[in-house]
């Protein structure tokens, strides 16, 4: 009874027959001792005794599993069934423990097939180990042909599956793959082309082509061993050591629909994960100690199958399996990384995708869960390392995929390269300042450019990682890139996966070290040889003879002392007090584009339909004003400022090395371009219908008709359906490249007199450069207002301040750009829009009918009387149709800098 002795012993009777279900982990309690509860006991008992047997007999599916009573465990000693069958019965006698991903439901546990649950209805525990061992047995036989198994085919996969769905339980499957997966050599060999897993070719001991030639092979049809052998083989100079795409022995398609019914199963993927971690460390081992791709290329085979998997990119892969894979993936050599990129480069756009996903999934992981700081810096990070290495091999890949031109202007590039180390200085700076590197390993191996890629298949902008490029310290970046580039990793090695002002900091870094640099040497000189060198690029010009003052200075520079075009620039104007702080350079930049892109001076003709310019192929004037422009446009980037111009993306594409094409012809000559295309893709008789010949004619700038033959005898060679293509290509060359040859030669020259040391090329892409030179269109002024900060008692809640960007934001489009051409110098946006500005508001005076006034004297802020009525400050902003009182009186160069001081006074409305 209750409270009595007896009772109390039941009690702890009960806490000791206490006992834990192997599916819950709940525990269970095995109460009185009636009919029921036998039952229920003999029911758990036989469960369990189920669990171990088959725990001894299949194990758990953990390759690496420490329980000594599971068949799993490296060390265990395999039973045969009899002995499991007693193992399992004095297993249940003390207890063991049970694997916890051992599945013991009954529905899902091999013996409830075909040993029916009425059978143990009147039978005790020692009847069931004794009579159904047989039945255990009939089942473990049944599936004996799959312990043995040393690779994976397709075939494989679904036949065990099919064993798995008729039994319910998948630990069968779950313990091949955790085997096969965990071993780069049965991996290697798992998942092979159909004809490779046909034929195999048996390499003799020394693995000599001569020995192959003499017929020294054995075919072998159907044998298991005849899939693997050559992998096996420790150098096998028969292999190929460049792989085309049609040559991996892999079959992809094969084993994206293998993974599409494995990842159907979570205990499965689970054991994909597992793995994946015991795989990684033995593939870096031997690709870091052991040479094995130079062994057998086949054992890219690792790399090709694990990306193949669509969940590398979930959380379960992020924590531990992608990042010791993706380490191990850097260890692979260039040409095994090459022939890894020419396979990808197969790929379809989706398939790219998902590989661009996982390793970005991975980046902003670590870069979100980790706090970088100056003393931990995302550079010493190694699993980011690795991903951005790993992300590197499929950019490179969607290059190649993309569409491209791979002809390079390589004589003229090589022209340039020769007159450049002409003019190089005596005295030679620091070598540690100039390592760095400029071409990417991976492109000579590929001889492939980035330029030579005109449209990839997964735009650029997917490369990029926002979480990466807030956390970078570019200062940081940047010494590695140019000093520790052999021992710290830098992101400027990878300028896919950052943003344009990222790569524009970087490049800021470097042009200021140049002028300092210039400015030590300049020191040097005046201490060692006692002469008073200019630290500066000093240019003195008149306005009414600006062109003419620029051209006979640059012209001296550059041919004197070229490396003076690298110093810092320093503008002044004849008869003008100032200081050149930045303000008088923009003007200057400013003046000059305007006066050079007249289309009455001639030298570039405009498009009223693109709005663009373009060289003018009859052009009268001299190579010194092409080249002249050119180093305009080098000092505008060198110096930090924004142009006015308005180039096609052929000009940028052909400043980077690459001659002009019919794709380009799309931007810079439309109607061409248009026109080409129609006799490319034309159907009929293009000699019958057209009646066109190779000889063309256009008008110059003056309207005068110029005909060309683009060949010998032109006017009688007609164009056919035979020869359309030869004559799209010589017009568009001639158009882009031999007719304009003369002009863009000098103008490139000049350009190169500034960047020809720079990264420039190396960071960024076309359009990148010409957003650097003209900056961006698009004008967010919200982004402006968040960034400006407020002095003298204003406040981003103040009242003035609210009626003050209320009114901003009310102007039209035009008005917004003059606005923002008279507080900044530019009415584009700078690299990472207008956000990166530094614009300060603060009081200044009271009331006063006058918006602005104006010190000459001090040349770094506008001053703007206090506004008490909004309509008043309104008027004051846009009149002029919003051009200030005095901007047409006082130059720009007087009155602005990076950090424009907009002064307003206090508003105080009620009357």
């Given at each position: 009874?209750?409270?009595?002795g ?10 000791r ?8 982990n709940v ?6 001792r009636?009919?029921a ?17 088959c ?8 390759e ?10 490296p060390?265990?000693k ?5 002995q499991a ?9 003390t ?42 047995c ?13 690779y ?12 798995c769905?008729e ?7 779950v313990?091949?793959i955790?085997r ?10 798992s ?13 003799p001991?020394?693995?000599t ?6 017929g ?41 629909r293998?993974y599409?019914?494995?990842?159907l ?27 094995a791709?130079?062994r057998d ?11 193949e ?8 892969y ?8 993706c380490?191990?993936m850097?260890k692979l ?36 869960s ?6 931990n ?9 690795a991903?951005?290495k ?19 202007d390589?004589?003229e ?10 003019q190089?200085?005596l ?7 100039k390592k ?30 926002e979480?990466l490029?807030?956390?970078l310290?570019?200062?940081k ?6 000093v ?18 990222t ?8 042009n200021r ?5 210039e ?9 060692v040889?006692?002469?008073?060198v200019q630290?500066y ?18 012209e001296?520079?550059a ?27 923009k ?5 000059v584009?305007e ?29 010194g ?38 794709e ?5 000559h ?20 057209m ?21 010998e ?15 799209v290509q010589?017009y ?12 863009f ?8 007199m500034?960047?020809?040391e ?8 076309p ?18 207002e ?6 003298g008692?204003?406040?981003?809640e ?10 901003t ?6 008005q ?20 990166k ?13 006058s918006?602005a ?16 009525k909004?309509?008043k ?8 149709d ?9 130059h ?6 990076f950090?424009?001081?907009i ?9």
């Amino acid at each position: 009874g209750v409270g009595t002795g007896r009772g109390r012993l039941s009690a702890r009777l009960l806490q000791r027959t206490r006992m834990t279900s192997p599916d819950t982990n709940v525990a269970v309690r095995l109460l009185a001792r009636s009919p029921a509860s036998l039952k229920r006991k003999r029911e758990a008992a036989k469960q369990l005794i189920e669990g171990y047997y088959c725990q001894l007999t299949k194990g758990c599916g953990n390759e690496f599993c420490a329980n000594g009573n599971c068949a799993s465990c490296p060390g265990f000693k395999q039973l045969d069934n009899n002995q499991a069958a007693a193992r399992a019965l004095e297993l249940y006698r003390t207890r063991a423990e049970l694997c916890v991903g051992w599945p013991t439901k009954k529905l899902r546990s091999l013996l409830c097939q075909n040993i029916s649950h009425d059978k143990f209805k009147h039978k005790n525990l020692k009847s069931v180990a004794e009579n159904d061992t047989d039945v255990i047995c009939s089942e473990k036989q049944k599936q004996d042909s799959f312990q043995d198994i040393s690779y994976l085919t397709e075939e494989k996969v679904n036949e065990i599956l099919n064993v798995c769905n008729e039994t319910g339980d998948f630990s069968l499957l779950v313990r091949v793959i955790g085997r096969i997966f965990s071993s780069a050599e049965k991996l290697v060999k798992s998942f092979r082309k159909p004809e490779m897993q046909k034929t195999c070719l048996n390499c003799p001991p020394k693995n000599t082509p001569a020995d192959v030639e003499k017929g020294d092979k054995t075919t072998v049809f159907g044998c298991e061993d005849s899939v693997p052998c050559c992998s096996q083989q420790k150098s096998c100079d028969c292999l190929a050591q460049s792989v085309k795409p049609e040559d991996v022995t892999v079959d992809v398609k094969s084993v994206r629909r293998v993974y599409r019914k494995l990842l159907l199963h979570n205990r499965i993927e689970t054991a994909l994960i597992n793995a994946l971690m015991y795989l990684s460390p033995d593939v870096e081992c031997d690709l870091s100690y052991h040479n094995a791709y130079n062994r057998d290329s086949n054992y890219l085979n690792v790399f090709i199958i694990v990306m193949e998997n669509h969940n590398l990119h979930s959380p379960e892969y992020l924590e531990s399996a992608l990042p010791m894979f993706c380490k191990a993936m850097c260890k692979l050599p260039l040409s095994a990384q090459a022939n890894l990129i020419q396979l990808w480069s197969t790929y379809s756009s989706n398939d790219t995708r998902r590989m661009i996903e996982v390793f970005q999934q991975l980046i902003t992981y670590k870069v979100i869960s980790n706090d970088y700081s100056s003393r931990n810096l995302v550079n010493e990070d190694d699993v980011v390392v690795a991903a951005t290495k790993c992300l590197k091999l499929v950019y490179y890949a969607n290059l190649l995929g993309g569409v491209l031109t791979l002809e390079n202007d390589d004589e003229e590039s090589s022209q340039e390269t020769r007159e450049r180390n002409l003019q190089q200085n005596l005295l030679i700076e620091d070598t540690n300042y100039k390592k760095g590197p400029r071409v990417d390993p991976l492109e000579k191996i590929l001889n492939f450019k980035t330029i030579d890629c005109c449209r990839p298949v997964i735009p650029y902008d997917e490369f990029v990682n926002e979480s990466l490029n807030n956390v970078l310290a570019v200062d940081k970046d940047y010494i590695f890139f140019k000093v520790d580039s052999e021992k710290k990793f830098s992101f400027l090695t990878c300028p896919f996966l950052l943003t344009p002002y990222t790569k524009s900091q970087g490049l800021y870094y470097d042009n200021r070290i140049r002028m300092f640099s210039e400015r030590r040497i300049t020191v040097l000189y005046n201490l060692v040889q006692g002469q008073q060198v200019q630290p500066y690029l000093r240019l003195k010009v008149r306005r009414d003879h600006m062109i003419d003052d620029a051209l006979v200075r640059l012209e001296m520079i550059a041919t004197e002392n070229p490396s003076d075009l690298k110093k810092q620039l320093y503008v002044e104007f004849e008869g003008e007090q100032g200081v050149d702080e930045g303000g008088v350079s923009k003007e200057f930049f400013q003046l000059v584009v305007e006066e050079i892109f007249n289309p009455d001076i001639g030298m570039f003709t405009y498009d009223s339909y693109t709005k663009q310019f373009w060289f003018n192929p009859t052009s009268f004037e001299n190579d010194g004003q092409f080249t002249l422009i050119g180093i305009v446009l080098g000092l505008a980037i060198y110096n930090h400022c924004i142009l006015d111009v308005h180039f096609p993306m052929v000009v940028y594409r052909k400043l980077m090395g690459k001659k002009g094409t019919l794709e380009d012809l799309a931007d810079s000559h439309p109607v061409l371009y248009r026109s080409l295309k129609d006799v490319l893709e034309y159907e009929g008789n293009v000699e019958e219908d057209m009646m066109i010949t190779f000889k063309v004619s256009y008008n110059d700038l003056f309207g005068v008709p110029i005909t060309h033959n683009l060949k010998e005898s032109s006017e009688d060679i007609p164009v056919t359906n035979q020869n359309k293509k030869e004559f799209v290509q010589l017009y568009t060359n001639y158009i882009l490249n031999q007719s304009v040859e003369k002009q863009f030669r000098a103008f490139n020259r000049g350009f190169h007199m500034v960047t020809n040391e720079s990264p420039l090329k190396y960071l960024f892409r076309p359009e990148e450069i010409e957003q650097l030179i003209c900056g961006s269109k698009n004008l967010d002024f919200h982004a402006l207002e968040e960034a400006t900060e407020y002095d003298g008692g204003f406040t981003k809640e103040s009242r003035i301040v609210r009626d003050f960007w209320g009114i901003t934001h009310s102007l039209p489009e035009e008005q917004k750009r003059q606005f923002l051409q008279f507080t900044t110098g530019s009415d584009r946006a700078p690299v990472g829009g207008l956000g990166k500005i530094k614009l300060i508001i603060t009081k200044n005076g009271p009331d006063s009918d006058s918006f602005a006034t104006f010190d000459v004297q001090n040349t770094n802020f506008t001053k703007v009387a206090a506004i008490t009525k909004n309509h008043k400050l309104s008027n004051s902003i846009i009149s002029n149709d919003c051009e200030l009182p005095f901007f047409d009186d006082v130059h720009l160069s007087t009155n602005v800098s990076f950090a424009t001081y907009i002064i307003i006074g206090a508003i105080h409305l009620g009357s």
